[in-house]
Nanobody
Framework: QVQLVESGGGLVQAGGSLRLSCAASGRSFSSYTMGWFRQAPGKEREFVTGISWIGGSKYYADSVKGRFTISRDNAKNTLYLQMNSLKPEDTAVYYC??????????????WGQGTQVTVSS
């Protein structure tokens, strides 16, 4: 069992930055592929970025490529999302996710509760 708790969301102006964190409890955090999804009001939840269990493989949605950076610290059981050059369309609830699969996709085993990110224009 893995529990995920996100933090770091908030209100920021367009062009600004935020760093989200996801603290994981439970054993074997380092064996999970991790990542982030987001859900904007009135829209379906969408994939943002994923990272392999050792951090060697990272992949991003086209909409955030070059602006967002995912990383993980297995010693601290923590996942991060550095978000730069934020745009109003990045406004959403951001969810941390964990999967036993090699690549993060639709098969998510654990979800966090979400953290709100609001980008004002």
């Amino acid at each position: 069992q893995v529990q995920l708790v996100e933090s770091g969301g908030g209100l920021v102006q367009a062009g600004g930055s935020l760093r989200l964190s996801c603290a994981a409890s439970g054993r074997s955090f380092s064996s999970y592929t991790m990542g982030w999804f987001r859900q904007a009001p009135g829209k379906e939840r969408e994939f943002v970025t994923g990272i392999s269990w050792i951090g060697g493989s990272k992949y991003y949605a086209d909409s955030v490529k070059g602006r967002f950076t995912i990383s993980r610290d297995n010693a601290k059981n923590t996942l991060y999302l550095q978000m730069n050059s934020l745009k109003p369309e990045d406004t959403a609830v951001y969810y941390c996710a964990a999967t036993r699969e090699a690549v993060l996709g639709q098969a998510v085993d654990y979800w966090g509760q979400g953290t709100q990110v609001t980008v004002s224009s």
